[in-house]
């Protein structure tokens, strides 16, 4: 079983990432940075396919490395993930002790604790009310399955895009709603260092216009009840910038800015 892991990236004029990274299978590397080139070449006896692009959006950089991979299995990953020793062996053992599954969500605790990731504690089936508080760095998929579905990241959300975030929640609901069997693993396969973000510019208005906007494309349904529930439980990280009567307000009001 093939691993390949899927890099996005910006402004590298070397290959240094990938011992930053501690890349120890193939990889494919988009890099978006102000020329177009293409690279392939063998690190550690792997193969690697590096690829300069002009251009921007996280998305955009995801599904060029999408649509280009041809291992059994694709592992999502930004520059900012150190991989532990053996992550690959971790991944495909996984999927070989699970063939339920076809996509895996595993652990990569950040380093900073500030922004802490979810913590995976048992092996569990995700559903679509549950799915939104994965980062893709947590994402292995079988590619074929993926490519069956005709599944890509979302070019509206994101860092470089129209709405500041949530490519990753639109990706794992577009999964389940399309019959993929998406499963927790609590096993740790790397550490990110999440120092700063691209997109997040403090709580205020277009932060919960764009969750409004996530939301109704999550479900259309029940987008007002998911952006309710966001602003309960969530009231005490914005209660300084934001009433939750505010918030929610704001959140509807990107709701209707979507219909």
């Known amino acids: 079983m093939k691993l390949e892991v899927l890099i996005s990236t910006m402004h590298q004029s070397d290959h240094n990432l990938l011992e930053k990274m501690n890349i120890q ?18 690190y550690k006896n792997h193969d690697i396919t590096f690829l300069s692009f002009s251009e921007r959006g996280v998305g ?15 592992l999502i990953a930004d520059d900012d993930v150190t991989y532990i020793d053996g992550y690959k062996d971790i991944i ?33 089936r995700v559903r679509w009310y549950n799915c939104l508080k994965y980062g893709a760095v947590k994402f292995a998929i ?29 990706f794992v609901a577009d999964c389940i709603r399309k019959g993929l069997k998406v499963y927790t693993v609590p096993l740790v396969i790397g550490y990110v260092s999440q120092e700063e973000s691209s997109w997040f510019k403090g709580y205020n208005d277009k932060y919960f216009i764009d969750k409004g906007v996530l939301y109704s494309f999550i479900s259309k349904k029940w987008a007002n009840i998911l952006c309710l529930q966001f602003v309960i439980r969530h009231h005490t990280m914005f209660s300084k910038e934001k009433t939750i009567l505010e918030a929610y307000k704001l959140m509807l009001k990107g709701i209707k800015e979507r219909q």
């Open 25 to 42: 299978s193939d990889a494919i590397v988009v890099n978006q940075c102000d020329e177009n080139s293409y690279e392939k070449f063998l």
């Open 60 to 74: 955009l950089s995801r599904n060029n490395a999408l649509m280009r991979t041809t291992a059994d299995i694709c």
């Open 142 to 170: 079988r590619t074929e399955k993926l490519k069956q579905a005709n599944i890509y990241f979302s070019l509206l959300f994101g860092g470089g895009a129209k709405y500041g975030s949530g490519e990753d929640s639109l």
């Open 92 to 124: 495909i053992k996984s999927f070989k002790d699970h063939p339920e599954a076809d996509m895996i969500l595993f652990n990569v605790p950040s380093s900073n604790p500030k922004r802490p990731t979810y913590n995976i504690k048992e092996y569990s």
